[in-house]
């Protein structure tokens, strides 16, 4: 009878918590406990996968202000983008927008701060804060290497699903620091433990996401709130992909911080070491020798020997910015948007040798730029696009660039030039345009837009661009371009005939959608830095503050699991909702 009583105590414990989970022998759990203890085994797995990657990892902060009609609206931001690695803790390399200098040691600052994590910290010097990027990117990790029993209390909440994903949602919180007096135990608290919710996919028991702080706050400093997710991006291999951070009503000192901020962590396969040794896998086969199945059977004439110099330093710009990961692959994005620039210059009757491509540059800031005969956006710039008429204003001005015969410097045909670290990649690629280059382009765009099939639904692209410049002074770093020319001068924005002729922007019409949140357009494949154009509901805003415009916005990926279990990892890990209107 107690054998069957037993039996039916962990079928209905199985039962309550949709636990379907396996041990490493197979066997179901047969108490929270256990669940409690696969759980942080696999954390420790995840902490030991983190050292064989190095993605990068971009992190945007919008400062927030109160507004009466819309809520809190931006005022001022930060913007970082690096490289992440986990060897001794957790490690930044910064992608600087000029040639880095070696850092001066300020004396025990890190120290005051807690080297471990943190996000803000007071100056001093006016009361001034500042961010630190490390604070964020540290926000990938539970905690590094006392997530335990020993360390930590554990109370089942519910199972719910995120996604098609069943999970067991955990509230964590930390032991009560115990007293350096009693027995000598050490101060589990010192260097900030995790408060908060976690959520565990129930087959394997990996964290997938993490929601809550860490306390205690260190002095003159403050932990920050945040929400990871994890996306499964091989079998059983979940690693970070987005983290929300906001704090409404964050004390420091005297002063009180109110922002928003996402962080994206992407490009885990494309900088992976090892991937050399892939090619030790390419067998060929073929009998016959390989021949060129190039059409040309001829040595080039001086044209065409000069075009396809050209081409070859485009392209090899292209390929860096792509194996630094800051360029996708060529996919079906690329293909909408040289769509948009074919209609454009089918109606202006232009033909253009060898053919006009287009790319995504996969960074926040609103920027584009051309590589040769190649246009390239941002994909915070084509998230934040309200229609095609708005992004064929954006692709006309490059086009206009490449119809105008401003050409990429063929020095990058030569390929040590191409031989330089991915953090520097910034300032040892120029592609930015004179500002006589850019006023031609401005004066070109308008000309082939007025002959394009966009002619009668401009004013939504001059609304936009009027809906960036009132955002302007307090987006600095939105509308910075890391490597393009900026969107405005001297507080105007490009191509102002097409604001002028725009209707009256107003701000607080649900009904007028002259911008959309960061995040409303693009979705990113964290492994593979595939993109494709985001699926979601329209939905329609209830009032002007639910607009958001140019805002960071929270993130809730859709999660699924890896079909196949050969290995092999599939591209595409999750469909991406976004907290948008469109």
């Known amino acids: ?27 179901p759990a047969s108490s929270f406990d256990q669940v409690v203890d696969r759980v942080t085994a696999r954390e420790s797995e995840y902490l030991k996968n983190l050292e064989k990657y190095t993605p990068l990892v971009e992190t945007y902060i919008q400062n927030t202000r109160p507004d009466p009609d819309l809520g809190a609206v931006p005022n001022g931001d930060q913007y970082y983008i690096g490289r992440v690695a986990m060897k001794e803790g957790l490690e930044e390399t910064s992608f600087g927008a000029e040639v880095p200098k070696p850092e001066k040691k300020k004396a ?31 926000m990938i990790i539970v905690d590094n290497g006392r997530f335990d029993r020993a360390h930590y209390d554990f109370r089942f909440v519910r199972r719910e699903f995120l996604g098609e994903v069943r999970t067991i ?34 087959q394997d028991y990996n964290i997938v996401r993490a929601n809550g702080t860490y306390v205690p706050n260190p002095k003159n400093a403050s932990y920050l709130h945040f929400d990871t997710w ?30 928003k901020a996402q962080t994206r962590l992407w490009g885990y396969d494309v900088t992976r070491p090892g991937k050399d040794q892939e090619f030790t896998t390419i067998s060929i086969e073929a009998v016959d020798p390989v021949k060129d199945q190039s059409p040309v059977t001829q040595d080039l004439s001086p044209v065409a ?15 860096r910015l792509e194996r630094a990961g800051l360029v996708s692959p060529e996919g079906e994005v690329d293909k909408v948007l040289a769509t948009v620039v074919n209609n454009i210059l089918i109606t202006n009757n232009i033909e253009i040798h060898p053919e006009v491509r287009a790319r995504v540059m996969l960074t926040a800031p609103l920027e584009s730029f051309t590589v040769g005969h190649t246009i390239v956006v941002s994909r915070g710039f084509l998230d934040v696009l309200p229609d095609e008429a708005s ?39 120029n592609v930015r345009r004179t500002e006589q280059e850019e006023a031609e382009a401005d004066k070109k765009a308008v000309e082939l837009l007025n002959n394009s099939p966009y002619k009668d639904k401009l004013g939504s692209a001059g609304l936009f661009l009027a809906a960036l410049k009132a955002r302007s002074a307090d987006l600095p770093n939105l509308l910075r371009a890391k490597m393009g020319n900026v969107v405005m001068v001297g507080g105007e924005v490009r191509m102002t005939a097409l604001t002028n002729a725009a209707p009256k922007l107003e701000p607080n019409d649900p009904m007028q959608m002259a911008a959309l949140p960061l995040g409303a357009r693009i979705k990113l494949d964290p492994w593979s830095n595939k993109i494709e154009m985001l699926k979601t509901k329209t939905v329609g805003t209830l009032s002007a503050r639910e607009k958001m415009q140019f805002e960071v916005t929270p993130l809730f990926p859709y999660l699924m699991r890896q079909a196949s279990a050969s290995g092999v990892v599939p591209p595409g890990t999750a469909k991406l909702a976004s907290n948008t209107s469109n």
């Not at 063929?410 to 031989?419: E, G, H, Q, S, V």
């Open 1 to 27: 009878m107690k054998i069957v009583r037993g039996f039916l105590y962990v079928l209905a414990f199985c039962l309550a918590l949709g636990v379907a989970a396996r041990a490493a022998d197979g066997q």
């Open 108 to 138: 025990g600052l890190l120290t005051r701060l807690n080297p471990f994590r943190f996000g803000l910290f007071n100056r001093g010097g006016g009361g001034q804060f500042k961010y630190i990027s490390k604070g964020f990117a540290d």
């Open 169 to 202: 949602v955990i509230d964590v919180s930390p032991k009560t620091q115990p007293s350096a007096k009693k027995k000598g135990v050490e101060e589990y608290v010192s260097n900030g433990m995790f408060l908060g919710r976690i959520w565990v996919e129930d």
């Open 305 to 319: 020997s000069q075009r396809a110099w050209e081409r070859q330093a485009e392209d090899n710009v292209l390929e």
């Open 391 to 429: 992004l064929a204003s954006v692709l006309a001005h490059e086009l206009s660039h490449i119809v105008l015969g401003h050409r990429l410097d063929t020095k990058y045909a030569f390929n040590d030039r191409m031989l330089f670290s991915d953090q520097s990649t910034f300032y040892s690629l």
């Open 230 to 259: 994890r996306l499964e991006m091989g079998p059983a291999l979940w690693l970070p992909a987005y983290i929300y951070t906001e704090e409404s009503d964050l004390k420091v000192g005297k002063r009180e911080v109110s922002f």
